[in-house]
C-alpha cells in the first residue's frame, strides 16, 4: 500500500541543480505510486510499484527528460505531475504550493499551468472538432475572453507551431501525424503553461518528421518561456534538447544529472546500456556495445537488492542483498555499488 513520506527536502542536499534554490517551477520530492492489481479469480491481488521515490528541480525555460525502458514508470510520473493522478506519496511543488496535497479549488488553479502533449496524436483529438475549435477550447473553458479573443489566441498559437490559418476550419483526419502532433502542441500551450510534460511526443511520428517537430519544440520553448519535462524511452530523442537526465528503471531513479554528464560521462551500467544501443552521429567514435540480457523483471515481485542486478554485466554480491542510494558521483547522482565517483 501507499505510505505517505514526510516533506523532507533535507533529505536530498544533493540533488542536481541546473535551477538555483528557489528558481524551480516545479519541485518534486520523493513522488510515489503503488497500484493493487488483481492477478487472477483465486490469487490474491498484488501492489506494483510504478513509481519510487522520484525527485527533481525544473527549472525555468529549461528540459528534463526522463528515460527508460517500456514498464519504467514514465507515464505514471507524467500523469502526477500533470495532475491527472495524485501521487501515492511525496510532494509536488508549484509555486512553493504543495499541490500533492491541494484542495480542488486549489488543483484547478495549477492544472492550466502544467499542460500535457500525449504519444498518439490520432487518439489525443476529437475527430468530430475543427483544429480551431480543438485550440480554443481550453480557452472557453478556463478564461473568460470573446469569441474573437479566443480566435485571435488560436490563430497566433497555430502560427506559432507551424499552421496556416485556414487550418482552422478543418478536421484532424485531414491532417498527417506530425500536422496533429503541432495541433495537440498548440492546444496545450494555448494557455500559455509554465510546465509541458510531452509523453513520448515523437514516438509514434515518421522518422522524418521528428527532427521537424523536435526543433519546433526548442524554437517554441526559446519564444515563450515554457518548460519541458520530456518523456522518451530513447536517449537519443533527447540528446539535443534535455539540460538535464533522469533514467529511470523499474520505477526508480537510477542516474540523474546535467546533460552532459550523463552523456559524456554516464555512470550506471543501465545509462551505459541503454547509451551504447542508441546510434552516434560520428562513425569515428569508438564505441563500448553492451548488450541488455534479459527482460525487465516483474514488478510485481522486483528483485532484492539492486533492481537492476539480474542484468547487471558487473553485478557483486552487495547488489544482490542492498538497495543502493542515489548518490554524487562526478556531476550527477548514481544508484550503484560499483559505479565508480
Ligand atoms: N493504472 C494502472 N493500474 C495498474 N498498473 C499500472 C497502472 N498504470 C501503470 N501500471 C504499471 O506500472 C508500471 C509502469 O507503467 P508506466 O506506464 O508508467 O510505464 P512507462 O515507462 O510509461 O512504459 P511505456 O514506455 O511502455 O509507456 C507497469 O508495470 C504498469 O503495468
Ligand atoms: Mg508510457
Redesign the pocket.
Given at each position: 500500500m501507499n505510505t505517505p513520506v514526510p516533506h523532507d527536502h533535507a533529505n536530498h542536499p544533493d540533488l542536481p541543480h541546473v535551477a538555483p534554490a528557489g528558481a524551480a517551477v516545479m519541485e518534486a520530492v520523493d513522488l510515489a505510486?503503488s497500484?493493487?492489481?488483481s492477478r487472477g479469480l483465486f490469487a490474491p491481488s498484488a501492489t506494483?510499484?510504478?513509481?519510487a521515490g522520484i525527485s527533481f528541480r525544473l527549472a525555468p525555460r529549461s528540459t528534463l527528460a526522463i528515460v527508460?525502458?517500456?514498464?519504467?514508470?514514465?507515464?505514471?510520473?507524467?500523469?502526477m505531475l500533470t495532475m491527472i493522478?495524485r501521487p501515492g506519496a511525496g510532494s509536488l511543488r508549484l509555486d512553493e504550493v504543495d499541490v500533492a496535497e491541494a484542495d480542488a479549488r486549489t488543483l484547478r488553479r495549477y492544472r492550466g499551468e502544467v499542460q500535457m502533449v500525449f504519444?498518439n496524436p490520432y487518439g489525443s483529438l476529437n475527430p468530430r472538432q475543427t483544429v480551431g475549435s480543438a485550440i480554443e477550447e481550453p480557452l472557453l473553458v478556463n478564461t473568460t475572453l470573446s469569441a474573437a479573443e479566443r480566435r485571435a489566441r488560436a490563430l497566433d498559437m497555430m502560427a506559432r507551431v507551424g499552421l496556416r490559418p485556414e487550418h482552422h476550419g478543418r478536421y484532424p483526419h485531414m491532417f498527417s501525424g506530425g500536422q496533429r502532433q503541432r495541433i495537440a502542441i498548440a492546444r496545450a500551450l494555448v494557455l500559455r503553461p509554465k510546465i509541458l510534460v510531452l509523453?513520448?511526443p515523437v514516438s509514434a511520428l515518421d522518422v522524418s518528421v521528428r527532427a521537424q517537430v523536435l526543433n519546433l519544440l526548442v524554437e517554441l520553448q526559446e519564444q515563450l518561456g515554457v518548460a519541458y519535462v520530456f518523456?522518451s524511452?530513447d536517449l537519443g530523442v533527447v540528446r539535443h534538447m534535455a539540460d538535464e537526465v533522469l533514467v529511470?528503471y523499474l520505477?526508480r531513479a537510477v542516474e540523474h544529472g546535467p546533460r552532459d554528464a550523463v552523456f559524456d560521462a554516464p555512470r550506471h551500467p543501465y545509462t551505459r546500456a541503454l547509451l551504447s544501443a542508441t546510434p552516434v552521429a560520428d562513425p569515428e567514435a569508438k564505441k563500448e556495445r553492451i548488450v541488455l540480457e534479459g527482460e525487465l523483471p516483474?514488478?510485481?515481485n522486483p528483485p532484492k537488492g539492486c533492481p537492476f542486478n539480474p542484468r547487471c554485466p558487473l553485478v557483486q554480491e552487495r547488489c544482490r542483498v542492498e538497495m543502493p542510494p542515489l548518490e554524487k558521483k562526478g556531476g550527477q547522482l548514481v544508484a550503484c555499488w560499483v559505479a565508480e565517483g
Amino acid at each position: 500500500m501507499n505510505t505517505p513520506v514526510p516533506h523532507d527536502h533535507a533529505n536530498h542536499p544533493d540533488l542536481p541543480h541546473v535551477a538555483p534554490a528557489g528558481a524551480a517551477v516545479m519541485e518534486a520530492v520523493d513522488l510515489a505510486q503503488s497500484y493493487e492489481v488483481s492477478r487472477g479469480l483465486f490469487a490474491p491481488s498484488a501492489t506494483v510499484k510504478a513509481v519510487a521515490g522520484i525527485s527533481f528541480r525544473l527549472a525555468p525555460r529549461s528540459t528534463l527528460a526522463i528515460v527508460g525502458e517500456s514498464g519504467s514508470g514514465k507515464s505514471t510520473l507524467a500523469r502526477m505531475l500533470t495532475m491527472i493522478e495524485r501521487p501515492g506519496a511525496g510532494s509536488l511543488r508549484l509555486d512553493e504550493v504543495d499541490v500533492a496535497e491541494a484542495d480542488a479549488r486549489t488543483l484547478r488553479r495549477y492544472r492550466g499551468e502544467v499542460q500535457m502533449v500525449f504519444q498518439n496524436p490520432y487518439g489525443s483529438l476529437n475527430p468530430r472538432q475543427t483544429v480551431g475549435s480543438a485550440i480554443e477550447e481550453p480557452l472557453l473553458v478556463n478564461t473568460t475572453l470573446s469569441a474573437a479573443e479566443r480566435r485571435a489566441r488560436a490563430l497566433d498559437m497555430m502560427a506559432r507551431v507551424g499552421l496556416r490559418p485556414e487550418h482552422h476550419g478543418r478536421y484532424p483526419h485531414m491532417f498527417s501525424g506530425g500536422q496533429r502532433q503541432r495541433i495537440a502542441i498548440a492546444r496545450a500551450l494555448v494557455l500559455r503553461p509554465k510546465i509541458l510534460v510531452l509523453d513520448e511526443p515523437v514516438s509514434a511520428l515518421d522518422v522524418s518528421v521528428r527532427a521537424q517537430v523536435l526543433n519546433l519544440l526548442v524554437e517554441l520553448q526559446e519564444q515563450l518561456g515554457v518548460a519541458y519535462v520530456f518523456v522518451s524511452h530513447d536517449l537519443g530523442v533527447v540528446r539535443h534538447m534535455a539540460d538535464e537526465v533522469l533514467v529511470m528503471y523499474l520505477g526508480r531513479a537510477v542516474e540523474h544529472g546535467p546533460r552532459d554528464a550523463v552523456f559524456d560521462a554516464p555512470r550506471h551500467p543501465y545509462t551505459r546500456a541503454l547509451l551504447s544501443a542508441t546510434p552516434v552521429a560520428d562513425p569515428e567514435a569508438k564505441k563500448e556495445r553492451i548488450v541488455l540480457e534479459g527482460e525487465l523483471p516483474s514488478p510485481f515481485n522486483p528483485p532484492k537488492g539492486c533492481p537492476f542486478n539480474p542484468r547487471c554485466p558487473l553485478v557483486q554480491e552487495r547488489c544482490r542483498v542492498e538497495m543502493p542510494p542515489l548518490e554524487k558521483k562526478g556531476g550527477q547522482l548514481v544508484a550503484c555499488w560499483v559505479a565508480e565517483g
